[in-house]
């Protein structure tokens, strides 16, 4: 029964998984949340654009508008939208009512052009700590590896994962948001075809080849499911976290079954536990430190030191076979 699943190495794709899993445990819409439903908001927005966002005053916003704001296609709208968020959120204190969500987010307090700047600035420290190890690995580990370019691959697809997570943190936009959540499957299913590589393809590759199909078909139908039928939130999650799952349970026993031959299994099982354990911040959910650090900032935040160590499991099991570097 084991040598029917593939022994999975994976990094990102528990990370990815469990933030899955925390969204499936809170199901809520995105379009809508308890803050922008308010007739205080609703009625400050269309005043707002009513009266700013028309004539002479909208092209007075867009003449004084700092260029990098307009660079990220930040309108008139969406600053009354902003302002409004804060005029709502400020009524709410005063009459000592829980701060609501807007548009299925928590206010925060805008940086320059980031919305989100914490848990962008998280996203691209994960970007940089995947790319320097990447480097590393690049030098440590021959090309001849077997291992090489499926794992030089899953670090490529984890970057561009983490670049539109930045960007999606930086300005949430319809087209920033499907690239976020696509790019995050992307990663989770390219996790389980590492997994398979690293664990039944060395000695069997045409398994990991009809695995591989099997994964593009299921990212094609999955995201042609969510563009062109119905973008369903509910179903996104509990797909990406049964594929989460599977991987971790996959992992765990692979290392279980090598424990005393392995001396490296505990870094991979260790790995697997942690992305998982720190997902669980997630479920915390509270309104943003100082209008900045929220739950889902300090959980990406808290995977960057996960990387270093995946990245030096790794090459173990690579550096050991070749024997022709022994002379």
Known sequence: ?????????????????????????????????????????????????????????RRSFESTQPQYMALIGWTCRDDCRYQCMWTTVD????????????????????????????????????????????????????????????????????????????????????????????????????????????????KHPGRSSMVGALLILVFTSHVSYLTFVNFDYGYNMAANVTIGMVNLLWWLCWCWQNRRTLPYWWKCGLVALMLHGLALLELLDFPPLLWILDAHAVWHLSTIPVHFLFYRFLPRPHLKKPSVHKR
């Open 1 to 57: 029964m084991a040598s029917a699943f593939p022994r999975c190495t994976s990094v990102r794709l528990p990370a990815l998984a469990a933030v899955i899993l925390l969204l499936l445990v809170s199901v809520t819409t995105v379009e809508s949340s308890q803050g922008d439903k308010e007739p205080v908001y609703r009625d400050c927005l269309k005043l707002c654009v009513r009266t700013n966002c028309t004539g002479a005053r």
């Open 91 to 202: 009524l709410y204190q005063a009459e000592g009512y829980r701060i609501p969500q807007f548009h299925g987010k928590w206010p925060f307090v805008r940086f320059l052009c980031f919305e989100e700047p914490a848990s962008a600035l998280a996203s691209l420290l994960n970007g940089l700590a995947c790319l320097l190890m990447l480097l590393r690995y690049r030098c440590a580990v021959p090309r001849q590896s077997p291992m090489y370019h499926t794992t030089n691959a899953f670090s490529l697809v984890s970057l561009n994962a983490w670049f539109w997570s930045t960007v999606f943190h930086t300005r949430d936009t319809f087209l920033t948001e499907k690239m976020d959540y696509f790019c995050a499957t992307a990663v989770i299913l390219y996790s389980i075809y590492l997994c398979c590589v690293r664990t039944l393809g060395l």
